[in-house]
């Protein structure tokens, strides 16, 4: 297998990489956000334009990154499968039958990647007859169920403090009370029923945990910035040996010697699945996206506000912050925020709750680029406003952003949308079409002499000037992989 190449392009100091620990990414570590490309087509046009439509990256955080192999997704799924692997001796109608006359034991304190086969060896060492049994590669413990009280302590007898590897196992038995089964472990007491320690009392400011959120390396010097993003990288691809390796314990002897390479270039790169180079360091720091989505909600004080929500809204978050101290926003975004959030507070229509799904405004998209074409999208619910009423603020809006561009002197509105969304999240979304009140439904964008036409719902890196480094690096590389006579 030819050996690939990883380099981080980072495009900011503020935000981390949100690695997944089972692809191999070329960073463009723009930011805290993680923006995928999902379903993007790119169309050839004159001009030498090209028009990308696509699903937008989330609008959480997120750390520009294009992946150099999608590979470990499959590895990922495989061992999925195979990690949840359930050995179970009886039929479904057979467990109901006996349901009630279960004898369940657990074993704790199992080696890694111990699976079913490795445990039923070992009782049948042992001449144990056990009716279920369950693990799975991820724990450390096992289940394992017996017919009979005598079978069960004949079990724990064997195979209590038994040494399996370096581990001695620990058995104890399972009261198969069904109510007690589900109860909830109280949350002060771990999985082995330690004590935990009490969490320190949170002492951050609101704002404090607002940068933490969408920026969590802004606490950091940039040096310090970029040796934690090349440890993440480094971890990834550690990972990655190591799930491969586990993925040969599922395969035949034919298939396993397809893996021959994976010991090859693990010890050729000390342990990494491939050459990792260092990180390319962005030439900007701050005030660096050309987008970003701001939620339409309300502050602490019920104030109608423009920002970022404080929190995740599944953990019951549903308060907005503005965004005055975040340093990856651009400061004409701030600016077109500020005067935004005063005609919403002015406005008789109030702000979206996603708890009780009333309001009418939702969202502010902000997309600014090089070539001076700026792009802002207003997405509300219609709730049950008429047409007439909707068709007015659509006016409102129209007169509000011509005058806004008098008060900024550097912002140029090419692109006015409007989106009607009853959607329960928050978001761009494309169920519904985004309505041109003014201007174009595109902006476009210039890299290394190639014109981007950029569609409201496309994805482009946040990072244009990092996009720039993370291009010419995949060019020069492509261009080192031509054999010299082949090059023009």
């Not at 291009?471 to 082949?486: A, E, F, G, N």
């Amino acid at each position: 297998m030819e050996e690939t190449n990883k380099r981080s392009i980072d495009s900011s100091s503020q935000e981390i990489e949100n690695s997944d620990a089972k692809k191999v990414k070329l960073d463009v570590e723009s930011s805290i956000e993680n923006s995928t490309v999902e379903g993007s087509t790119v169309d050839s046009s004159s001009n030498n334009e090209v028009s990308i439509s696509s699903i937008e990256e989330s609008s959480s955080v997120e750390a520009s990154t294009t992946e150099v192999t999608e590979t470990s997704n499959t590895v990922e799924s495989t061992i999925t499968t195979a990690t949840e692997e359930t050995q179970e001796t009886n039929n479904e109608e057979e467990d109901n039958k006996e349901e009630q006359t279960e004898f369940k034991i657990k074993i704790e304190k199992l080696p890694q990647y111990i699976n079913i086969p490795d445990l039923r060896k070992i009782f049948q060492k042992y001449e144990l007859r056990f009716w279920k049994c369950k693990t799975n590669l991820k724990w450390d413990f096992a289940f394992a169920s017996f017919k009979s009280e005598e079978e069960r302590k004949d079990a724990i007898n064997k195979l209590n403090g038994l040494k399996i590897k370096t581990s001695n196992i620990v058995v104890i038995p399972i009261n198969d009370n069904k109510e007690k089964k589900f109860e909830k472990r109280p949350s002060n007491i771990s999985r082995k029923g330690n004590v935990k320690e009490p969490e320190p009392e949170d002492t951050r400011t609101p704002n404090e945990k607002l940068m933490d959120q969408v920026t969590p390396f802004w606490r950091f010097e940039y040096k310090k910035q970029i040796f934690k993003k090349a440890r993440i990288n480094k971890k990834v691809l550690s990972a990655m040996v190591r799930n491969f390796n586990q993925l040969g314990r599922y395969m035949e002897e034919k298939q396993k010697s397809q893996l021959g390479w994976v010991k090859e270039a693990s010890e050729a790169n000390r342990g990494l699945i491939c050459p990792l180079d260092e990180v390319v360091k962005s030439p900007v720091l701050t005030h660096y996206r050309n987008k970003c989505e701001f939620t339409i909600g309300h502050d602490f004080e019920g104030q109608k506000t423009i920002g970022f929500l404080l929190g995740l809204f599944r953990e019951g978050v549903t308060v907005v912050l503005g965004i005055e101290e975040c340093v990856h926003v651009p400061e004409k975004a701030k600016a077109v925020v500020n005067h935004f959030q005063e005609y919403v507070r002015n406005s008789d229509l109030d702000a979206f709750n996603r708890k009780g799904h009333k309001g009418f405004w939702r969202l502010l998209t902000t997309r600014f680029y090089k070539t001076g074409e700026d792009m802002i999208i207003v997405q509300v619910h219609p709730q049950d406003l008429t047409r007439e009423r909707i068709e007015q603020e659509k006016k409102n809006l129209v007169t509000f952003f011509t005058d806004l561009m008098n008060k900024i002197p550097d912002l140029h509105i090419t692109s006015l949308l409007f989106q009607e969304s009853d959607e329960v999240s928050n978001g761009a979304t494309e169920k519904t079409e985004m309505e041109v009140l003014m201007g174009s439904k595109y902006a476009h964008e210039n890299l290394l002499g190639i014109n981007f036409r950029i569609s409201p719902n496309a994805f482009f890196q946040v990072n244009t000037d990092a996009t720039q480094l993370l291009y010419t690096t995949i060019r020069d590389w492509c261009i080192d992989s031509v054999p010299k006579d082949k090059k023009i």
